[in-house]
């Protein structure tokens, strides 16, 4: 899987050419934050009133599928429930990351944006995120290319830590 980055704005989204998105919804974030934030900012609102009428709710194990054209550049919008911020664990990192692969797989989809579960409220640190990712799509052939949202700040630490990583491990 090779990585690439975005930083969080709508105009940088705007420029992706995926298929699909992916966001995270909080179960105790109203309104949405993160990716979803912008997603329903640009849907003038669609995600929350999902999220009023009871739709969605951001609950672990939840994904919500909503198409992103001709609003955004995106044909297909994925949300994944990852529970209340304040019960975010890697174990619930772990669960949602299999969810995301999973689900991706099953849409076909070799490519796409992702907001990685819980790294817009910063409950799992940059370089432990892209740990965890790579080492769960590891044996998965069907991803090709991922293109993280994340700050600049977050971008330069997972590449650093990539970087030491691929130094680490041709080190005799």
């Known amino acids: 899987m090779d990585l690439r980055f975005i930083?969080?704005?709508l105009r940088r989204l705007d420029l992706a050419?995926?298929?699909?998105l992916v966001a995270a919804l909080a179960e105790d974030e109203r309104p949405p934050h993160g990716?979803?934030?912008?997603?329903d900012w640009r849907l003038a609102g669609r995600v929350s009133k999902l999220i009023q009428s009871g739709f969605a709710?951001?609950?672990l194990g939840e994904v919500l599928l909503i198409p992103g054209k001709p609003k955004l550049p995106f044909d297909k919008v994925l949300f994944f429930g990852c529970g209340a911020k304040k019960e975010f664990t890697e174990r619930v990192y772990r669960q949602v990351i299999a969810q995301v692969l999973?689900?991706?797989e099953?849409?076909?989809?070799r490519t796409a944006v992702v907001e990685l579960p819980g790294r817009h409220f910063d409950a799992v640190a940059p370089e432990r995120a892209a740990d965890i990712l790579l080492e769960s799509a590891g044996g998965r052939s069907e991803h090709d290319v991922w293109t993280l949202v994340e700050?600049?700040?977050?971008?330069r630490v997972i590449t650093q830590h990539m970087i030491q990583e691929r130094r680490r491990v041709r080190q005799p």
Not at 151 to 155: I, N, P, V
């Open 7 to 9: 930083t969080p704005q």
């Open 17 to 20: 050419a995926t298929e699909v």
């Open 35 to 39: 990716v979803a934030g912008l997603v």
């Open 57 to 59: 709710s951001g609950r």
């Open 102 to 104: 999973d689900a991706l």
């Open 106 to 109: 099953g849409l076909r989809a």
């Open 151 to 155: 700050t600049a700040e977050a971008q």
